[in-house]
């Protein structure tokens, strides 16, 4: 077997959900409290310059007896075609690590303030990134249709 | 001391280049080649139904003695603002995690072909995710002017 990697949480999430729900994300705010322990407010100096960040999380609610190594069918629906774990984003994923572009309401002190980062109240953060426009995706863009399906009301519920 | 997170690589990174430079790295393909002791080709089956992929990695070469914990000018140029390391991109980072949005170029087995992946030949992978429209930022976006910059080369040389 393959070393393991050893990671140590920056942070934590606080406030917003207590329980994941997949829908109307957009909704919810909530902070990020840097682990003092080992890091201080110039951890995020400047990080308030950018609109968004991209925040990387362990999905620690998960029970890993649940991870799928192989494919299934998104959010367990029999409609939507049989897909890889690689090829979707749920989080019973090896590793259980979630990537999330989210709004940066503000910065104070060892806190970010945050909107519409889909991980729960007490979600260990492993790394937080500036969204910058360069890391977009070049060349066209293209994905299955069935993502439309999963993705309708992650962010915003329909009016 | 919070607890670590264990993780175990989904694979590795070949071909490419063998050491980092950031400069044009749109030009460099490589393959991700899954960990078959525990992944087999279901694991990205539909992969290649989508344009581009979210790679995250591990930065393995670089020495965990340089991992900056506060703030630094990005690059190590003084011309630009004293950046917080969460409000930069560098890989001398605390966790050593890398994110990217690459092309995938196409689906084999257990490999996945790739373009435009800032990572060199034996990185390890932690995890593959499929690029949804629907992840980009929500909202105005905004970065600070020295973004441009740091990025100008990046992954394409000016002509």
Same mark, same amino acid.
């Given at each position: 077997?393959?070393?393991?990697? /050893?990671?140590?949480?920056?942070?934590?999430?606080?406030?917003?959900?207590?329980?994941?729900?997949n829908?109307?994300?957009?909704?919810?705010?909530?902070?990020?409290?840097?682990?003092?322990?080992?890091?201080? /407010?110039?951890?995020?100096?400047?990080?308030?310059?950018?609109?968004? /960040?991209?925040?990387?999380?362990?999905?620690?609610?998960?029970?890993? %007896?649940?991870?799928v190594?192989?494919a299934r069918h998104p959010r367990n629906d029999p409609d939507l075609p049989l897909t890889g774990i690689?090829a979707q984003r749920g989080?019973y994923?090896?590793?259980?690590?979630?990537?999330?572009?989210?709004?940066?309401?503000?910065?104070?002190?060892?806190?970010?303030?945050?909107?519409?980062?889909?991980?729960?109240?007490?979600?260990?953060?492993?790394?937080?990134?500036?969204?910058?426009? %360069?890391?977009?995706?070049?060349?066209?863009?293209?994905e299955p249709e069935w993502v439309d399906d999963v993705m309708s009301?992650y962010?915003?519920?329909?009016?």
């Open positions: 077997m393959t070393a393991t990697i /050893a990671l140590r949480p920056i942070g934590f999430v606080r406030g917003g959900r207590k329980e994941p729900f829908d109307d994300w957009d909704s919810v705010t909530a902070t990020i409290e840097l682990d003092t322990d080992w890091l201080d /407010a110039d951890a995020i100096m400047g990080l308030d310059g950018f609109s968004h /960040a991209v925040v990387l999380f362990r999905f620690h609610v998960t029970d890993p %007896a649940t991870i190594t192989g690689f989080h994923r090896p590793n259980l690590i979630g990537s999330t572009v989210c709004r940066v309401l503000g910065v104070e002190g060892t806190s970010v303030r945050v909107r519409g980062l889909d991980a729960i109240d007490g979600t260990p953060v492993i790394d937080i990134k500036p969204y910058m426009t %360069a890391f977009a995706p070049r060349g066209e863009v293209f009301r962010w915003k519920k329909p009016s």
